[in-house]
Nanobody, 114 residues
């Protein structure tokens, strides 16, 4: 399984970005896809996740600002990030889980700075 994350970049506080995670497998069969992030010197943390049934969960720090969605026809999961803050700066990783499988993408850097 390969996960290709894209969409990161440099954005000013209050701005928006949309991350994409393109999977090399067919999505939608009892899987869970999540976005995690890791800032320098900090542990990797869950940002948002979405199941094959469409159920979602979010870290408290991003609730109301970030939205995770999936397009199974394109085998892609998105993370729409609005009202970005400097503390959102991190490398964002896509994760795919299904039964015992657990795969990570290479990540995409998000930097929020003026």
């Amino acid at each position: 399984v390969q996960l290709q994350a894209s969409g990161g970049g440099l954005v000013q506080p209050g701005g928006s970005l949309r991350l994409s995670c393109a999977a090399s497998v067919t999505l939608g069969s009892l899987d869970v896809v999540g976005w995690y992030r890791q800032a320098p010197g900090k542990q990797r943390e869950l940002v948002a996740g979405i199941t094959s049934f469409g159920s979602t969960n979010y870290a408290d720090s991003v609730k109301g600002r970030f939205t995770i969605s999936r397009d199974n026809a394109k085998n892609t999961v998105y993370l729409q990030m609005n009202s970005l803050k400097p503390e959102d700066t991190a490398r964002y990783y896509c994760n795919y889980k299904r039964i015992t499988a657990n795969y990570w993408g290479q990540g995409t850097q998000v930097t929020v700075s003026s």
